[in-house]
């Protein structure tokens, strides 16, 4: 028998239920990915980062005696025609929760069904797989607090073992990988990251997680999101430490309300009061970290050097466009999506819409205070200093308030008025 297993945003062997399943209804299994060109997600940092993903899978499977076999073209069609070509029987996937992944999975069950091949679904993106815990009058929960108690209380599942050897059937044409240049995405290097950050800075995670300039978080996103990471596996080997196992709660919580309402990414989750602003000047300024506020440049500045930005500083940036320059929420989560390398439609959107006022938060009308937060989690202003160059010369926490000695040369003035 055998199996052509489709790999999405799960490209890893440790703790893989897709693999362990077309391993167990299989003697020969076809590990597959296909590369969709031309979608909205292949941006190039996160292309960069995922082919660095498939090289380091495919010399997982070669060393276990399988292969990573790599198409091109529209992932549907592309699994049927190698299914058929190998008189598979069976055909995994992941179930996920964006409409593209949705789509994606009604379009293979019904190509299947027409082509008598069974399709087999697992649950890997989340810790706990979303719908799997639903509040008594509704689908999915609303509000993080409730969730993440129920969440709490769910037995996770044990994690799979690594397969020792995959077999391949014999006489694929295994396709050319797409260029990488070191972007450092895959499972070895992100089990690197797992196991140092689970030696060391989760332990300060508490303390530190907001210490802008300390950049104490773990770094994990992208690894996460491309599934070179098991959920499950960080989320038990975090154990106690609960700071952390509370923000892999929070990723599981938008991923449940994206499956739930999958308009997300483009629709107001709920409405909100003040009226939006088109103001295509502030928002250019705002994308090249123009603003004048240095706080929020300084995280800009981030994400354009580095395709990353601070948890905290994309929360500033953030309310800074929805609540002071009452743009509205999806231009910059659009911008955000360009260049994050972790860039994630649930969780972009859910966040965005979170700060923005028409989310989760139960406590729409908050606002950001910059120059308050940028004395709290900056207080040295070395964050600003190490993104904005024109401040560099500034010593201390005065580099937050340019216009209080005159301003610097090239560094524009704030936007909008400055509150104390
Ligand atoms: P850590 O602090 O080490 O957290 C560990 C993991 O928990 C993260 O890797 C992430 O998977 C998860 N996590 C942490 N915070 C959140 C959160 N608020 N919501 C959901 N999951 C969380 N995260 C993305 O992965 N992709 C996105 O596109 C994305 N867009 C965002 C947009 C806005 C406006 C905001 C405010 C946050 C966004 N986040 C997004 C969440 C968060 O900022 C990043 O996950 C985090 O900064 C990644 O760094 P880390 O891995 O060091 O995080």
Request: hydrophobic residues 40%.
């Amino acid at each position: 028998r055998t199996a052509v297993l489709l790999f999405t945003r799960d490209l890893r062997l440790h703790d893989n239920p897709g693999l362990d399943l077309a391993r167990r209804s299989a003697e020969r299994v076809v590990p597959l990915f296909v590369l969709h060109e031309g979608l909205r997600f292949a941006v190039p940092n996160r292309t960069r980062f995922l082919s660095d993903c498939l090289a380091d899978l495919r010399d997982g499977l070669r060393r276990r005696g399988g292969d990573l076999v790599i198409r091109r073209g529209d992932p549907v069609e592309e699994t049927i025609r190698l299914a058929r070509d190998q008189h598979a029987q069976t055909v995994v996937v992941a179930r996920d929760v964006s409409r593209y992944a949705k789509r994606r999975e009604e379009r293979l069950a019904a190509a299947c069904a027409e082509h008598r091949i069974s399709l087999r679904t697992v649950d890997s993106v989340g810790v706990v797989p979303p719908g799997a815990v639903h509040p008594a009058n509704g689908d999915h929960y609303k509000v993080f607090t409730p969730y993440w108690r129920a969440w709490s209380d769910t037995q996770w599942r044990d994690c799979h073992t690594v397969p020792r050897k995959i077999t391949l059937p014999d006489g694929i044409d295994a396709g050319s990988l797409p260029a990488g240049d070191g972007a450092g995405g895959g499972e070895t290097m992100a089990r690197r990251r797992m196991s140092r950050w689970l030696a060391g800075g989760i332990a300060d995670y508490p303390n530190r997680h907001d210490d802008l300039p300390g950049d104490a978080t773990s770094r994990l996103s992208a690894d996460l999101h491309f599934g070179c990471l098991s959920p499950v596996e960080l989320a038990t080997k975090a154990g106690a430490h609960e700071a952390y196992v509370r923000q892999l709660c929070w990723r599981d919580f938008h991923l449940q309300v994206t499956a739930a309402f999958p308009d997300l990414p483009t629709r107001d989750y709920r409405p909100r009061r003040q009226d939006w602003v088109d103001d295509p000047d502030a928002l250019a300024a705002w994308r090249a970290g123009q603003t004048g506020y240095p706080i929020i440049d300084a995280g800009l500045r981030q994400l354009l050097a580095e395709g990353f930005m601070h948890n905290r500083a994309r929360m500033l940036v953030a309310s800074f466009l929805t609540k002071q320059l009452n743009v509205h929420w999806t231009a910059g989560a659009n911008h955000f999506f360009d260049l994050l390398v972790d860039g994630d439609i649930a969780n972009n959107a859910g966040n965005w819409q979170w700060i923005a006022g028409t989310g989760n938060d139960t406590r729409p009308n908050r606002q950001f205070n910059p120059l308050r937060q940028a004395y709290r989690f900056d207080p040295d202003g070395d964050y600003v200093r190490r993104y904005v160059p024109e401040l560099a010369s500034v010593p201390g926490a005065a580099v937050h308030e340019p216009w209080k000695f005159g301003g610097s040369p090239g560094y524009p003035s704030p936007l909008v008025a400055p509150r104390a």
